[in-house]
């Protein structure tokens, strides 16, 4: 469904910014509070939290992170579900979410309703409570961008840093063929095992794929090293090439590191009583600078998304 529409009976013009937000209120339903703890009131109340927040922002925009073929209801969830996905590589867990959202005056409202009922059923199924958000109006715009707030599920958060040379590198799930599968906005974000992770005392590092393994890798690769990653080993959706499990982006899987002296096989049989439906791959290890075995795939060949980059 596109998301502008023919007439100006059946755009957000036809209503004003009032009567618009009266409408978000009746499709988020249940998913958000009512004032002060939810949509309404200047600023949401939140209820004091205890230890480490967690706090991330992504948006969507159109036509850069959808288009028409998608529909209105999975891009509300996908909106959702990518910040989600950044909790869950922390071993983190949902507390709160607002939404701002920038639209050109010819905006479908159908297509608009859809995009909220998606959010909506999406913030019930994670436990998302959304609190607030803001409108503004944007000629030829239609882009809203999600703040979640979270909290650490257990005694550890997990971050980038902290791998070292030696260390293997693991992967959830398989990679690649994102667009064509519409695994971009079916996608579950890794919540539950995000959060198992971090209380692995052998799990030493993690971040979620977004923007392609090739790329997002080294942010984990501790200084003097290099991921040596293995082809044959590199878990492929079905009809993805290597540079697509590589490359695409969009694939919201957990990369991380395991310490080099873990119980791999051990660690793996774990994993498989928590997770029976989950690949989980062991991908490769940090190795030394220079030191790439032959099997190894260069990575300096392979390019993941690049945000802001000309292209030729």
């Known amino acids: 469904m596109h998301p502008f529409a023919k007439s100006t009976r059946d755009s957000v013009s036809a209503l004003g910014e009032e009567r618009l937000i009266a409408l978000i209120r009746r499709w988020l339903g249940s998913a958000s509070p009512r004032a002060p703890f939810g949509i309404g009131d200047d600023c949401a109340v939140l209820p004091a939290a205890r230890g480490r927040q967690l706090l991330t922002v ?117 990679l690649g063929g994102s667009l064509p599968s519409g695994h971009h906005f079916t996608f579950k974000p890794r919540l539950a095992e995000g959060a198992w992770l971090a209380r692995q005392r052998e799990v030493r590092a993690m971040m979620d794929l977004s923007d392609g393994l090739a790329k997002d890798v080294h942010a984990l690769t501790p200084r003097g090293a290099a991921a040596a990653i293995d082809r044959h080993t590199l878990p492929r959706r079905r009809g993805a090439s290597v540079r697509a499990a590589l490359a695409d982006g969009e694939d919201y899987e957990l990369v991380f590191a395991l310490a080099q002296d873990a119980e791999a096989e051990a660690f793996a049989h774990r994993w498989r009583r928590a997770f029976p439906r989950v690949p989980l791959t062991c991908i490769g290890r940090f190795v030394p600078k220079g030191r790439l075995p032959g099997r190894a795939l260069d990575l300096r060949a392979y390019h993941g998304y690049e945000h802001l980059q000309a292209r030729a």
């Open 58 to 174: 992504d948006p969507v925009v159109y036509p850069r992170h959808f288009d028409a073929a998608v529909p209105a209801r999975a891009v509300g969830a996908k909106l959702l579900k990518r910040n989600l996905s950044d909790l869950a590589a922390m071993g983190g867990r949902p507390t709160a979410a607002v939404l701002a959202l920038t639209l050109d005056a010819r905006v479908s409202l159908r297509w608009l309703e859809d995009f909220y009922r998606g959010l909506a059923a999406s913030a019930r199924q994670y436990g998302v409570p959304v609190v607030g958000g803001d409108i503004a109006q944007a000629d030829g715009t239609l882009a809203a961008s999600l703040t979640l707030l979270g909290a650490c599920a257990g005694p550890r958060c997990l971050t980038r840093t902290g791998a070292r040379t030696g260390d293997t590198l693991w992967v959830t799930g398989r």
